[in-house]
């Protein structure tokens, strides 16, 4: 089974320091960085292999399509199989809204405050 992390967040910085995390704890990875919620959708929508698992850290505040436009998006999609898809919500915000409403999506597994460590990477690669 192919193992895919999509990084979905708007910062450079934070995209580089997640990569070299993945590629420490999780080699055999392959790795997507995505600026915006919209170029993540549409590579999912034509890439998606229901055999396959892809674990997505995703950011709440970005152009084009924000976190919550993109869970929005894929939750309504008849393409995407819940086993094979696992958000982790990946933000700098510590607003317990936010906190609740990624608790109302299915395929959000955990919402992680930045900065990220390696045992934060370790546990949504499990």
Do not use: C
């Amino acid at each position: 089974m192919e193992k895919s992390v999509l990084l979905v967040d708007d910062d450079p910085i934070f995209n580089w320091l997640a990569l070299k995390m993945i590629q420490k704890v999780a080699p055999d990875f392959n790795v997507k960085e995505f600026s915006n919620g919209r170029a993540a959708l549409d590579f999912l929508q034509d890439n998606f292999n229901e055999k396959g698992h892809y674990t997505i850290l995703l950011d709440i505040n970005m152009p084009e399509m924000n976190g919550w436009e993109f869970m929005d998006a894929i939750e309504q999609s008849d393409w995407v199989k819940a086993e094979s898809i696992s958000v982790f919500i990946v933000s700098s915000s510590t607003d317990p809204g936010d906190r609740e409403k990624a608790k109302t999506y299915q395929l959000v597994k955990d919402y992680l405050t930045k900065p990220l460590s390696l045992d934060m990477i370790k546990g949504t690669m499990a």
